[in-house]
């Protein structure tokens, strides 16, 4: 069985467009959300069962001009986590295309 965490994604918070965004998504929670996620032992990495979709790294490396609100990002950003998690099954499995 093969289950996966989508990580969060980077925030701007500059972007965030409501102050209720801006209240519950701040820099402080994102950090606690990381800290709980690694201690929880949830991941693979950990021990734990889950591999994690890096969600983090794909929004850093495409930055501000892939989202409209600091938070929820462009669709190409979610088709190369569908890309990581279809590879990874693949390698997990021994198939080949």
């Known amino acids: ?13 500059g972007m965030l467009n409501t102050d209720e965004k801006k209240e519950r998504m701040s820099d402080t929670v994102w950090h606690e959300y990381d800290r709980s996620l690694g201690e929880s032992k949830i991941l693979r ?4 069962p889950l591999v994690l979709l890096d ?4 929004t850093w490396n495409c930055g ?9 990002y462009d669709s190409a950003v979610y088709d190369a986590a569908v890309h990581v998690m279809l590879n990874a099954l693949l390698i997990e499995s021994h198939q080949t295309l």
Request: proline residues 7%.
């Open 1 to 13: 069985m093969h289950m996966f965490w989508i990580g969060m994604p980077v925030l701007i918070n």
């Open 45 to 48: 990495q950990m021990g734990g």
């Open 55 to 58: 969600v983090q790294s794909f």
């Open 64 to 72: 501000p001009q892939c989202t409209l609100d600091g938070m929820h």
